[in-house]
Nanobody, 125 residues
Framework: QVQLVESGGGLVQAGGSLRLSCAAS????????MGWFRQAPGKEREFVAA????????YYTDSVKGRFTISRDNAKNTVYLQVNSLKPEDTAVYYC??????????????????WGQGTQVTVSS
C-alpha cells in the first residue's frame, strides 16, 4: 500500500500560480503511476493530469493543457502539479492518486487505487 499527503494549495488571484505536492510513503513509489484529480463544489471529481511510473509520459485533460505541468521525483517519493495562469473555474479540492504500474489499461486511466485527502485551491477573480 501507499499513503499520499497533498500540500501546497491556497488562495490565489486569477492569473497566479501554485505548486501542489503529493508525498508518498509505504510501498516503493516507482511502483505507481500517479494522477491528479479535482472536485469543485457541487460537481463530480474530474481527472486533471497523470504521469507514468518512470516520469517518461504525461497526460492532461484538455482544459489544463499548456497551464498545468505534472512531474515526479522518485528519489523524493513526490509528485508535483505546477498550476499556472489560474482561473476561477480551477477552484476545487485537488487530490493525488496512485495506480499500480502493473494494473490493466493505460497509465492515465481509472481506476486509481489510493487517494490522498486533498488540498484546497481557491482562485479569486
Amino acid at each position: 500500500q501507499v499513503q499520499l499527503v497533498e500540500s501546497g494549495g491556497g488562495l490565489v488571484q486569477a492569473g497566479g500560480s501554485l505548486r501542489l505536492s503529493c508525498a508518498a510513503s509505504g510501498r516503493t513509489f516507482s511502483s505507481y503511476n500517479m494522477g491528479w484529480f479535482r472536485q469543485a463544489p457541487g460537481k463530480e471529481r474530474e481527472f486533471v493530469a497523470a504521469i507514468s511510473w518512470s516520469g517518461g509520459s504525461t497526460y492532461y485533460t484538455d482544459s489544463v493543457k499548456g497551464r498545468f505541468t505534472i512531474s515526479r521525483d522518485n528519489a523524493k517519493n513526490t509528485v508535483y502539479l505546477q498550476v499556472n495562469s489560474l482561473k476561477p473555474e480551477d477552484t476545487a479540492v485537488y487530490y493525488c492518486a496512485a495506480k499500480d504500474r502493473f494494473s490493466s489499461g493505460p497509465y492515465y486511466s481509472s481506476p486509481y487505487n489510493y487517494w490522498g485527502q486533498g488540498t484546497q485551491v481557491t482562485v479569486s477573480s
